[in-house]
């Protein structure tokens, strides 16, 4: 089944009982917590709901030089279906505008995490090496990074 229905993927916050399952099943799944550490704080972190049914979490934190890092996670049965793709392209509207302050979306992806390279390749994200030589200097492990400019950047840097 490819997933087709754009429509039907929203973001919305989740119970306190609705993150402890997902996370535990997350910890549960070493496909995941190979790639997405749950250790930080996030600035904000939303359910990813397809037809309505919770099926991951979209994870947003402060990165380097006022960019935001953004992490998707899905359930093991509704990855490779395209969900997530759309989901990195919803998101810029969803929290583009709230996290205004931040110039960009940034998302670092594992260089054996096939499956999110392949996904993030179809969307306006592009490659960027803007922040290699940092990573590198505070000992972090090499993660492919892309990089899309927040619209409402710029908006909010005018106003003022």
């Known amino acids: 089944m490819i997933f087709t229905e754009e429509n ?7 119970t ?4 402890d399952d997902l996370n535990h099943k997350f910890l549960q799944d070493k496909s995941i917590t190979d790639f ?12 990813i709901f397809y037809n309505n049914k919770l099926i991951g979490m979209v994870y947003v934190m402060s990165f380097i ?23 990195y392209e919803k998101l810029i509207d969803l929290f583009g505008e709230k996290f205004s302050d931040y110039r960009a979306f940034v998302l670092n992806i594992a260089p054996n995490n096939i499956q999110a390279l392949k996904s993030v390749a179809k969307t306006s994200f592009r490659q960027s090496h803007e922040f290699d030589e940092i990573m590198m200097n505070e000992g972090a492990e090499y993660f492919y990074t892309f990089f899309k400019e927040n619209p409402y950047y710029m908006e909010r840097k005018v106003g003022r």
């Open 8 to 14: 039907l993927i929203s973001f919305s916050s989740m």
């Open 16 to 19: 306190k009982e609705e993150f």
């Open 36 to 47: 997405v550490q749950f250790s930080y704080q996030p600035l904000n972190q939303s359910g």
């Open 65 to 87: 030089d006022e960019t935001l890092a953004v992490s998707i996670a899905l359930l093991k049965e509704y990855r490779g279906l395209g969900i997530s793709q759309v989901a």
